[in-house]
């Protein structure tokens, strides 16, 4: 088996990764929101649509900040 983020072989102890660095990398992928499954449930987009509405009136996207 190899590591899903680099392709090297497997570690025990870290498996499915091969080093703590894999781990953790993959870990940061998930707290960052990286890993994520598509909706479309029209719930969902309307609630996120609200959201980046609610973001924008605040000054949050990346457009104002420089």
């Known amino acids: 088996m190899s590591c899903p983020i680099c ?3 497997t ?6 990764f091969c080093s703590r660095r894999c781990a953790d990398l993959d870990l940061a992928k998930w707290l960052k929101g990286d890993y994520a499954v598509p909706s479309r449930d029209p719930q969902d987009i309307e609630e996120a649509f609200e959201a980046a509405e609610r973001a924008a009136l605040r000054g ?3 457009q104002t900040k420089h």
Do not use: M, V
């Open 60 to 62: 949050d996207d990346d």
């Open 11 to 16: 570690a025990k102890t870290y498996r499915p």
């Open 7 to 9: 392709g090297n072989e």
